[in-house]
């Protein structure tokens, strides 16, 4: 007879509903590619982002606008998932999720400033979560945090996706998206993308003053309205 083979409960998570299931796997099985949260699945939302990027101008920009909000939505359960399983003991492996596409008038704004990127979408590393959640970010001289709530973190492609203001930052050539939400004592919070050949990564949240950023030379407006 065969010998009987073990199996362990794992959690699985449904990426279209954000249903989470339990399932029976066998011990010492990898969870396959259709259980790897954030890795394989960021394979179609990298072909994604590669082929907007590819169409002409004109028909690109139509894609994006059409699709940028809903592309946000669809990513949210999935991503709060991942938030909560991908470094759970601490240790990243490598692993990537998308946040959100890039709209066309800043992917265009970023290659007219030397940033140019062959890919629409935005991800977010594991190995920069630790920096994004801002443990280390201790509160200002007034007393006011300069890291994000964990409620902004969890809904982020949202916000990214319906944004105050993108600044571009002409001293680190970086992107900076300036989100509609307000912080502690009118604070804004802001992340700050770099954009290369592969496409874009989210590398620092926090908040800061609105002055700040309307006040330094390095910061130039490309998109939006700070009173809108």
């Known amino acids: 007879m065969a010998p009987e083979i073990k199996r362990a409960p794992r959690d699985v998570i449904d990426r279209e509903t954000g249903e989470i299931t339990t399932e029976l796997v066998p011990e010492g099985i990898d969870r396959g590619w259709d259980h790897n949260v954030g890795r394989s699945w960021l394979g179609a939302d990298r072909a994604l982002g590669r082929q907007l990027a590819a169409l002409p101008k004109d028909l690109r920009a139509a894609v994006l606008a059409a699709t940028t909000t809903a592309y946000a939505e669809a990513q949210i359960k999935s991503w709060r998932w991942w938030l909560k399983t991908v470094t759970a003991d601490g240790k990243p492996r490598g692993h990537q999720h998308a946040v959100g596409l890039l709209p066309e008038h800043l992917i265009q704004a970023a290659a007219d400033r030397g940033a140019t990127t062959h890919a629409a979408l935005i991800t977010v590393e ?19 945090a300069r890291a994000i709530p964990a409620e902004i973190l969890q809904d982020l492609p949202a916000y990214l996706a319906d944004h105050q203001v993108a600044l571009w930052d002409a001293k680190r050539n970086r992107l900076v998206i300036v989100l509609r939400e307000k ?3 009118g604070k804004r919070y802001r992340a700050v993308i770099a954009l290369d050949r592969r496409g874009a990564t ?7 003053h609105q002055a700040d950023l309307q006040g330094a030379s390095q910061y130039e407006l490309i998109d939006g309205d700070w009173e809108r």
């Open 126 to 144: 594991d190995r920069h979560l630790d920096h994004l959640r801002g443990a280390h970010k201790p509160p200002d001289a007034g007393g006011l």
């Open 202 to 208: 989210v590398r620092s949240l926090g908040q800061v």
């Open 183 to 185: 912080g502690e004592g």
